[in-house]
Structures are given as structure tokens and as C-alpha cells.
């Protein structure tokens, strides 16, 4: 058994963060992961990070870059069982390799949710615009983006940039973006705003070909090439073996330690219950955890 004083789940802000703190804090850690800065690869125009402005992958290796000069190790694998053990927790991977460490630290981020309607398994329905919009480049494509908050909103900006004609479609009256991406969508001629819509079936053969709207009781279907969502998460704690304090949806609920109900086990980022979503909050839960789990590390 491969043993370490931390074990972090996630190599994303909160993951990498984490690393990097828990490393300078004198706790020889393990990272396990998949890509360099998690979710940020999929932000074009990363905003609301202090003193950055750039990229989201950018960001992302420059995480993960420093997390590996201070020495923690990385596997790049998923973690695919955590379990808790005399005296710490048990990680083990596809492999079936085991880790052991005195505590762990949860930054495994939340995964798009899917719309349950007819069709939802045809092709042509992503989650990442700046992954999979290129594929539609050149092509005269309309593409519709479901959801109403600044993910949609992204979504939206760089599926017009590819350039498609973009359809916005939330349920809401009003959208739950904020101001700052409420002014970009406006002015946006590419984009066009379907609001107070439902989208409630995806009709096509082997690929989508068009999205069914219902809008006060009356329905019609767009012709589309794609469609892109952004309606909400569920937590990635799938891992996780164990009985730990969540919330209904499933986000772990943590102390103003950021410890979860298990003691030694830490979450951080957008796998916990909290009230923002952040690449600035995911980094910062992701120092306050690495803290704690030293303190649990050598005082307890
Ligand atoms: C389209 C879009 C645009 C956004 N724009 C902005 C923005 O402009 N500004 C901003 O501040 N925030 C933005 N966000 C939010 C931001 O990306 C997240 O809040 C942030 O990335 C959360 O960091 P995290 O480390 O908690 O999780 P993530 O970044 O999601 O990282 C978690 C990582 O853990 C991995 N993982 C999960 N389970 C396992 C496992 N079992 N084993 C190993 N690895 C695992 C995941 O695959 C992932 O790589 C945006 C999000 C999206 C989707």
C-alpha cells in the first residue's frame, strides 16, 4: 500500500490549490486526477478571478504546474472508491491500486445534469461550447444553448464567435445570469433569446436535428444542428464509500473547517455545499482545507 499524509480527489482550482498549499504545509500529498485545472478548460474568457485575465486552461496549468514544483505527486487516474480505514481513508483506482492516508481532501467538482426528455439520446448535445462549438465552424449551424445562468450565458458568447446563429432558451421570465453577461447577450446579434421556454423533446434520426419548445401552453419545434446545456449539476462524490453528510442534491455539507461529517475527510470546491460557485472560492476552499487537514494531520 502506497501510503501519504493527504490524499486530494480533483485537479481542479480547489484540487491544485490544495496541493499546493497542503505541500508548503509539510504534508507529503497525492493528487488524483484527469485534466490539468479541472473544469477551467472549459472557460474562454475566465472573469471574476482577481488580477488574471486570460483563459481558463491557462490558469489551469499554471495550477497544476506549481502544484508539481512543490512536490506533490500527481497519479492522473480517477479515484474510484474512497473508504474509510483504522486510521485514515483508503483510495483505490481502475487499477485496483490502494492508497492510504490519515485524511483526505474531496475536490472532484459537480457534472453537467442532462435533460430527461425524448430523444436525449441522440447525438449532437454537449456541455462545453469552447470543447465541442469548433465542431460546428464553417457550417452555417444554428445551435441552441438551454439554461439561464453565466454558463449558459458562455456558452452562448462563444457559440456565436464559432460563428453560429445561437438560440437561448430558459424557462425563467428573466435569466440568472448577471448584469455583466446580461450586457453582452443584449447587444449580441448572433444571439436570440427564447425566454420563458421550455425545451421538451430533441427530435432527429442518429442526430439531433431539432429541439421541441413549449412556451405558455403552445409548442413548436426549432431546427437545429446541436444543442448545448447548462441546467444546473450534480456533485462528483460518486467515489466516495462511506456515510457523509449531504445536502438533497447531493453537495457534501462541511464545518467552517471544511470538514465533512467524516472526520479527517475535507471537501473543497464545487463538490460542497455552498453559496458560490468560483474559481476564486473553489482556490480558497481548497487553502483552507489543505490547513485544516494539517492541523487534523498532526494534532490529532
Ligand atoms: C462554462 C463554464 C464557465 C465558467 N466560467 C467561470 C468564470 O468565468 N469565472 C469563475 O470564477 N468560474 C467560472 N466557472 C465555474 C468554475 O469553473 C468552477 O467553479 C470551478 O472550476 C470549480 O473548481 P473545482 O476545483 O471545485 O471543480 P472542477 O474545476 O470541476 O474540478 C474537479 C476535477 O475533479 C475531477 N474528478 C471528479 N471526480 C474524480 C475522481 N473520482 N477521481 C479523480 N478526479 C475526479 C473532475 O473531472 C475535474 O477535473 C465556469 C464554469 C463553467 C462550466
Given at each position: ?14 484540487g ?10 509539510g ?5 488524483f486526477?484527469?485534466t ?59 487499477m ?39 465542431l ?12 439561464s ?10 457559440l456565436?464567435r ?20 446580461r450586457?453582452?447577450i ?48 450534480t ?26 461529517s ?6 473543497a ?32
Amino acid at each position: 500500500m502506497n501510503a501519504y499524509d493527504l490524499i486530494v480527489i480533483g485537479t481542479g482550482p480547489a484540487g491544485l490549490t490544495a496541493a499546493l498549499y497542503a505541500q508548503r504545509f509539510g504534508l507529503n500529498t497525492l493528487v488524483f486526477g484527469d485534466t490539468p485545472g479541472g473544469s477551467l478548460y472549459m472557460i474562454h474568457d475566465l472573469a471574476n478571478f482577481p488580477a488574471f485575465s486570460g483563459g481558463g486552461t491557462q490558469l489551469g496549468l499554471l495550477l497544476f504546474n506549481q502544484a508539481q514544483q512543490e512536490g506533490a505527486t500527481f497519479t492522473m487516474a480517477q479515484a474510484t472508491r474512497l473508504t474509510r480505514e483504522t486510521g485514515g481513508f483508503m483510495v483505490q483506482d481502475a487499477m485496483g491500486q490502494a492508497y492510504a492516508a490519515p485524511c483526505a481532501i474531496v475536490a472532484s467538482g459537480r457534472t453537467p445534469k442532462r435533460l430527461d426528455i425524448p430523444g436525449n439520446a441522440l447525438k449532437g448535445v454537449f456541455f462545453c461550447a469552447i470543447c465541442d462549438g469548433p465542431l460546428y465552424r464553417g457550417k452555417n449551424a444554428t445551435l441552441a444553448v438551454v439554461g439561464s445562468d453565466n454558463p449558459a450565458a458562455q456558452h452562448a458568447i462563444n457559440l456565436a464567435r464559432v460563428p453560429a446563429k445561437v438560440i437561448l432558451i430558459h424557462r425563467n421570465d428573466s435569466p440568472l445570469m448577471d448584469a455583466a453577461h446580461r450586457k453582452m447577450i443584449a447587444p449580441n446579434p448572433g444571439i436570440n433569446v427564447l425566454a420563458g421556454t421550455e425545451a421538451i423533446a430533441y427530435q432527429g434520426l442518429d442526430t439531433v436535428e431539432a429541439i421541441t419548445v413549449s412556451s405558455n401552453g403552445d409548442q413548436r419545434q426549432i431546427p437545429v444542428n446541436g444543442v448545448f446545456l447548462a441546467i444546473g449539476w450534480t456533485p462528483a462524490t460518486t467515489m466516495l464509500d462511506m456515510a457523509v453528510d449531504t445536502t438533497a442534491d447531493g453537495y457534501l455539507k462541511t464545518d467552517d473547517k471544511l470538514m465533512t461529517s467524516v472526520p479527517g475527510l475535507f471537501a473543497a470546491g464545487d463538490c460542497r455545499d455552498k453559496d458560490l460557485y468560483q474559481v476564486l472560492t473553489g482556490c480558497a476552499d481548497g487553502a483552507r482545507a489543505a490547513k485544516h487537514a494539517g492541523d487534523y494531520r498532526f494534532n490529532t
